[in-house]
C-alpha cells in the first residue's frame, strides 16, 4: 500500500502491534454553515435541551413507557434493547488506556550511559535515584506499554463501569441493554491485511462490538456475516427490539488510498464510490438477517490536525529520539515537509470525497422507505481535534484517540442523535466534565433529512 512505502515505519510499526492507521478528513459542510467557533465556555449553548453531567445523569427524567415504534421514523433513543458496532482501531478503542513511560523505561534499560562524575538518573518521581555504575542487571526491569484493544471504553458499545459511553448514557433510559463490551485485550490478529479474513476469535467480553483493528471498508462484509449475525444470535436478540448500530471507517482506507485518482471509469480500490458500497453491502447483509436497525454512520474525522497538534509537543516526542513522531501509522499523515503537505491535502479532498459517496448511499436507502431501517449520518468534522488538547491522543502513539476523546466522542454523539442534520455539524466542544443531553418526549431519530440536504 502506498502508506507503507516508509519501509522502516511500517516494519516498526507492525512490531508494535500499531500498524491499524487513524486518519482523519474533511467532509462537506452545510453550504450556508460554518459552526467553527460556535461553541462558548460551556459548550452545548447552541444545542437545545436541558444539560447534566454525567455523574449527575440521574437528574434527567425517565421519559413514560410506551410500546415498541413500527416504524424506523418513530423511534426514540430509549426504543433500543440492543447496541452494536461495526469499524476499526478506533471502535475497538486501541490504545485509550496505558502510558509510553514504560516504554521509555524499556529504552532505558537497553542503553548503556556514558559515566559521570557523581551522575545520578531518576526514572520516575517516585524513584530512588541509582548510580550509572551500577551493574544493568540490578536495574528495576522495564516493561513494554500495554497494546490492548479497551473495549469497555469505547464510545460505541463500550459498558465498563463508570465509562462515559454511547450505552452507559442509554442505559439511565434503557437499562436491560444487550451487545455492550467489557474490559480489554490485545488486539485480534487476521491474516486478511485490512480485510478482515481469518481473524482470531472474539472473547466473550466483547459483545457485539464487530470492530477489528486495521479494518478496511472492505472487510465491514465480514465483520457482519462472521461475528455480528451470529453474534445476535448467540445472545437471543429479538426481532421486535430496535437496534442501534454504530458504524466508524475510513481511516484506514484514506490513509491507504490517499493517492488514489477518484476514478469512476476504472475499478480501482479505494475509490469514494467503491469505499460507499463497502459500506452499503455490509449494512444490507445484516438488514437480510436482523430487522429493527437504526444505523449510525461516523464520518471521516481530520488527521490534518493531528499532525499540527503532535509537531512540536513533548508529549508525542519518541523515546530517544530528537523527534515528535515517527510515520508508522499512517505515513500519509505524519510525512513531514512538503511531501506530506500534499498527502494531507490529497487525505483530506479524498476523505470529503468519502462522505459525500456515503451520503448518496444514504439517498439511497431513504427512498426505499424500509419501515424496519433507517440510516443517519454524523460528520467526523464535528470531533474538533483542531481545538482540543494534546490528551485527546493516546499516551502511547500519540495518534489514537485517548480515553478522553471516547468520552467525549461518546456524549458528542449522544446529544446530536436526535438533532437535525445541521445541528450534528456543531463541533463537539472539550469540556473538563462533558454534558450530556436529556432525552425529551418528542425526540425521534430523523430518518430522511440526507435526501432533503442533497435536493436543497
Partial sequence: MLYDTLSLGFLLGCILFICPRLSVSRPSYPPSSDFSDSTNNNGQADLPGKFVPFSQLSECPILPPRKAPKNAKDVRPDDFK???????????????????????????????????????????????????EMPMQKQRPAQIPEIAEWRGLSYATGSDENAITIPNILKHYSPNLTGTSTGRHPPISCLGMGWDIGCGLHPAEDGLNAAISGSLAVGLLSQVRDYLIPKMIELGVQDEDWKYVNIGIGANDVCAYCLTPNSTIFPMSGTPKQFARNIQK???????????????????????????????DPYCRTPGLPLPHLALECSCALLPGPAGDYTRQRMDEQGKAYDEAVLEVIREWEEEDDPSFGAIWQPGTAVDLKNYPIEALSKIDCFHPSEMSHQRVAVGLWNRLTLSYEDKFRPI????????????????????????????
Avoid at 466542544?429 to 436543497?456: F, M, Q, S, V, Y
Wanted: with cysteine; proline share 5%.
Fill in 82 to 132: 440492543v447496541v452494536a458496532a461495526l469499524g476499526d482501531s478506533i471502535t475497538a478503542a486501541l490504545l485509550a488506556r496505558g502510558s509510553r513511560d514504560d516504554s521509555h523505561l524499556h529504552f532505558l534499560s537497553r542503553t548503556r550511559v556514558q559515566p559521570q562524575s557523581q551522575s545520578k538518573i531518576y526514572l520516575r518521581a517516585e524513584q530512588k535515584p541509582f548510580s550509572e
Fill in 282 to 312: 455490509a449494512v444490507n447483509e445484516l438488514r437480510l438477517h436482523v430487522p429493527n436497525i437504526i444505523v449510525n454512520i461516523v464520518g471521516l474525522l481530520r488527521v490534518s490536525d493531528i499532525y499540527e497538534l503532535t509537531l512540536k
Fill in 429 to 456: 466542544p472539550w469540556e473538563e466534565e462533558p454534558l450530556i443531553r436529556c432525552l425529551e418526549e418528542d425526540d425521534r431519530i430523523r430518518i430522511g433529512e440526507i435526501t432533503k440536504h442533497l435536493r436543497d
